[in-house]
């Protein structure tokens, strides 16, 4: 069991980066220069990292979630 524990542990913290790469690769795209003052400041890149974490967070999230309901489906039936 704590084998198991210790490799979902690691499934998650990869997929973790894998999407904060994915999501910090998009967010890259958006324009946040026509909703900040000082596009170059220091408070424009802590809301760039904070939307990128936030992102990443309910991705992950949603993913693990759908992975975990569609492995406990099999004790439906």
């Given at each position: 069991?704590?084998?198991?524990?210790?490799?979902?542990?690691?499934?998650?913290?990869?997929?973790?980066?894998?999407?904060?790469?994915?999501?910090?690769w998009a967010v890259q795209s958006f324009k946040?220069?026509?909703?900040?003052?000082?596009?170059?400041?220091?408070?424009?890149?802590?809301?760039?990292?904070?939307?990128?974490?936030?992102?990443?967070?309910?991705?992950?999230?949603?993913?693990?979630?759908?992975?975990?309901?569609?492995?406990?489906?099999?004790?439906?039936?």
């Amino acid at each position: 069991m704590i084998d198991s524990l210790g490799q979902q542990s690691l499934f998650n913290i990869l997929i973790s980066l894998m999407v904060l790469t994915v999501v910090w690769w998009a967010v890259q795209s958006f324009k946040f220069d026509l909703f900040v003052k000082n596009p170059d400041g220091a408070k424009a890149k802590a809301l760039v990292i904070i939307v990128t974490l936030a992102l990443t967070h309910m991705v992950t999230s949603f993913l693990l979630n759908y992975l975990n309901w569609s492995t406990m489906l099999r004790h439906l039936f």
